[in-house]
């Protein structure tokens, strides 16, 4: 079965400094694998996927995610943190020929000024 | 362009009630989906539609039924409300392009269950 593992609930990162959010991955195959945002009483937003081709994969707001597929990670990074990034994150992959999308179970992101 | 519109936004039902919540997009998208938000426990998937008269079950189907007789609109029906159905609701599409194209998101249906 596949899955996504967020390790972290909560990220807390100064403004200004990189930020880092982890998610690993579990899949059969390829995968496809997505970040959404989440504000506070909103729905999801799409920041990025990752679907073939260059590794490091750009977004909106100014995100950027790696895949890696030997250590099976789609790391969420940022270089320089705003405090309108913080918000709940999620990561997702979908199940190949399905419209399955499995998410992980989010991580906080605090940003401080 | 609306995107992807839900109602209500919130509702309180008392146990044993039904309810319909209502999700409809204006892009012409094939796939639709429900996903349910819980605190940890990320969005888990209820039930999606591939096509008009077309849906299958997802990860959390029981207590829930779905129908999709027009590509813009994919109710989600309670049946007999249960305390464990207070969540947050999110309704989604794609369009139908292979896996790898992403899902807009409905802003969401708060419900509580008394």
């Known amino acids: 079965a596949q899955s996504v593992a967020q390790p972290e609930d909560q990220v807390n990162v100064a403004e200004g400094n990189p930020l880092t959010v982890k998610c690993t991955y579990s899949?059969?195959?390829?995968?496809?694998l997505f970040w959404y945002v989440q504000y506070p009483n909103r729905g999801l937003q799409f920041l990025l996927k990752?679907?073939?081709?260059?590794?490091l994969v750009k977004g909106s707001y100014g995100f950027e995610a790696e895949f890696n597929k030997s250590q099976t990670s789609f790391h969420l990074k940022k270089p320089s943190a705003l405090v309108s990034d913080s918000a709940l994150y999620f990561c997702?992959?979908?199940?190949?020929?399905?419209?399955?999308?499995?998410f992980g179970t989010g991580t906080r992101l605090q940003v401080f000024p | 362009n609306a995107g992807v519109t839900q109602t209500p936004k919130f509702q309180v039902l008392k146990t044993g009630q039904s309810m319909t919540l209502q999700c409809a997009q204006d892009?012409?998208?094939?796939?639709m989906s429900w996903y349910r938000q819980d605190p940890g426990m990320g969005l888990r998937l209820i039930h999606y539609?591939?096509?008009?008269?077309?849906?299958d079950q997802g990860e959390v189907p029981n207590g829930y039924n779905v129908s999709r007789s027009t590509t813009e609109d994919f109710p989600l029906r309670l049946l007999s409300a249960a305390p464990s159905q207070t969540s947050v609701y999110f309704c989604?599409?794609?369009?139908?392009?292979?896996?790898?194209?992403?899902?807009?998101f409905g802003q969401g249906t708060r419900l509580t269950v008394v």
């Open positions: 989604a599409s794609r369009v139908e392009q292979g896996s790898g194209t992403e899902a807009f």
């Open positions: 899949v059969s195959g390829n995968p496809y």
């Open positions: 990752y679907i073939t081709g260059d590794n």
């Open positions: 997702a992959v979908r199940e190949l020929g399905t419209d399955k999308l499995i």
């Open positions: 892009m012409n998208h094939e796939y």
């Open positions: 539609s591939v096509g008009a008269g077309i849906t």
